[in-house]
């Protein structure tokens, strides 16, 4: 086996942030020249997290492929610069759906089906699939974080499955990094250690020791802190490190780096020994750190209570920001509290304003308001996936004349459905025509992953991309109705985003206006800071001349 293993677990509460430990680290160890790669074990049930509420889990990430994700290969693609697929997200959900097809087929040939060994083993075979079944060859590492927190009883399956991969591979192979809290009281003035030391009793309780201890906390821990969790824990004084807050989440990489994680697990498995090459990095971060000017951009929609529910989106600015040296500050409106009476007050002092994707009818009447303030007043806007199909109806409403243009999914019956559910799409990576079968159940019944696009010559989106051809990621069940494109052309909307058949429409612009853009498909999980996305650089850019002006 060419392929070592390191797993990430988390204990003593969640949100620690393993995802951006996972990533960090593996941004290290590319650095030191190793190729690497990363996987997320979920414990919930669901088969992916494309039906959950985004309030409650946050945005659901989209891979090349098609798969809907959890939020973390956002952060996995954006700190490897690589792109994820489905092998690199497994579930619970998806492991039992997989061995229960497999025992109703007979594969078990009558055996009793049990978590021993039929879940430990598929979850073992999802890991092992990163290194035997990689048609760009075996990655030197593959880091897997295990979701959830040491001591959730949906989690223990995949505790077991790699407390099993120790023994299967060795030790040389297989690496158990346990990120934990290690909480500062200002009251008493000194860290606490407790939480750890428990959550090290409740992992080692079920058969794994961990190798490394990254200790979670608001400052660094002192030497004498680590060498009493060392001895408590059972793990070497130089093995514990600390994960502090920093100021901006690229600085993570570079504070690894500092503690020297990359070069003690380089110890444990045996990697080659080799300087790890951060200048990208710290390019990043002295340009995050030294930006000239500061821009206000308005995201208008209907999940801002959470703000991890457009991680993605957030993070795509901050890069159009730095790659115009610009501090973008954001500002969340809640598309439901505009109305024609509010909306200016609302809007009022904003640079730029960005209306995002979502699902179902509530707040689109606000979403289109704020797409008619900005269209009317000048101000830059981009409109992602439902915000372009709202900056549609908009536009058929208010200049078009069609004014009760409306979409299929928010009335079924309308008369003028400028917006309606796709009956089928020509899917390029399988070379054939997909029909939509109603039937299916709501997380198989969307477009999704990477699609092909061809753009206008002297459109906003050819300018900014520098080419004709894209490939850009989907996630929708609605398009826009080709009843309606003469109509709408005739009316000065530009249709300058198609497929390459013509047949669907996935950008649009008005021409009479600084910069306005509205795409069908999520550029957000394409931007990485190494290479920030070219319509997120425009729009930024675009938003920075508006504040001049």
Not at 358 to 373: D, L, T
Not at 421 to 430: H, I
Request: hydrophobic letters at 40%; one cysteine or more; aromatic letters at 8%.
């Amino acid at each position: 086996m060419k392929t070592k293993f390191i797993f990430i677990t988390g204990g003593v509460l969640s949100s620690l942030g393993k995802g951006l430990a996972a990533a960090s680290i593996g941004a290290l160890l590319k650095a030191r020249g190793l190729k690497v790669t990363i996987q997320k074990l979920d414990p919930y049930i669901n088969v992916d997290p494309g039906t959950m509420n985004p309030l409650q889990h946050g945005e659901v990430f989209v891979t090349d492929d098609g798969a809907e994700t959890d939020l973390d290969l956002g952060h996995y693609e954006r700190y490897l610069n690589v792109s994820m697929s489905k092998k690199n997200s497994y579930t619970s959900g998806k492991i039992y759906n997989t061995v229960i097809s497999k025992e109703r087929r007979g594969d078990y040939l009558g055996a009793t089906v049990q978590v021993i060994p039929h879940i430990t083993d598929e979850i073992k075979a999802c890991i092992l699939s990163l290194a035997n079944d990689n048609p760009e060859g075996a990655p030197d590492v593959a880091i897997i974080e295990i979701g959830g927190t040491v001591g959730d009883i949906e989690g223990l399956p995949f505790l077991e499955a790699i407390r099993q991969l120790r023994s299967d591979l060795g030790r040389e192979h297989v690496l158990f990094i346990h990120l934990t809290l290690v909480p500062y009281l200002s009251s008493a003035g000194e860290h606490k250690t407790k939480p750890t030391q428990h959550s090290v009793k409740e992992l080692r309780s079920i058969g794994i020791q961990p190798d490394i201890i990254l200790c979670r906390c608001e400052k660094p821990i002192s030497a004498d802190l680590k060498n009493k969790i060392s001895l408590f824990c059972n793990v070497e004084p130089d093995a514990v490190f600390s994960d502090v807050d920093v100021n901006n989440i690229y600085e993570v990489p570079l504070y690894f780096y500092e503690e020297g994680i990359d070069q003690k697990i380089a110890i444990l498995l045996r990697l080659p020994a080799r300087n790890a090459d951060l200048c990208g990095w710290k390019k990043l971060v002295q340009e995050y750190t030294n930006l000239e000017h500061k821009v206000k951009i308005g995201i208008v929609g209907k999940y801002v209570e959470f703000i991890e529910a457009y991680k993605s989106l957030y993070e795509a600015l901050t890069h159009g920001g730095i790659a115009n040296s610009a501090s973008v500050s954001l500002e969340f409106i809640n598309s439901e509290e505009i109305t024609p009476k509010t909306v200016d007050a609302i809007l009022a002092g904003l640079d730029g304003i960005l209306v995002p994707g979502g699902f179902g009818i509530r707040g689109v009447e606000g979403k289109i308001e704020a797409i008619r303030y900005a269209r009317e007043n000048k101000v830059p806007f981009f409109g992602i996936c439902l915000g372009m199909q709202c900056a549609v109806i908009e536009y058929a409403r208010n200049v078009a004349g069609i004014k009760d243009a409306t979409s299929e999914e928010f009335n079924p019956n309308a008369a003028e459905k400028v917006i309606y559910l796709m009956t089928e799409w020509y899917d390029y990576r399988k070379n054939t025509v997909v029909h939509r079968d109603k039937s299916v159940d709501a997380g198989g019944t969307m477009r999704l992953g990477a699609y092909p696009c061809v753009l206008s010559e002297n459109s906003h989106a050819c300018r900014a991309y520098g080419r004709d051809e894209i490939l850009e990621r989907h996630r929708h069940r609605y398009e826009f109705n080709n009843a309606y494109r003469s109509r709408l052309e005739e009316a000065g909307l530009e249709f300058c985003g198609l497929s390459p058949d013509g047949k669907l429409v996935e950008i649009v612009e008005i021409d009479n206006h600084p910069w306005f853009l509205a795409c069908q498909f999520h550029p957000e999980f394409k931007s990485t800071p190494m290479n920030p996305h070219p319509l997120f650089k425009a729009f930024v850019k675009a938003s920075l001349d508006n504040r001049k002006n």
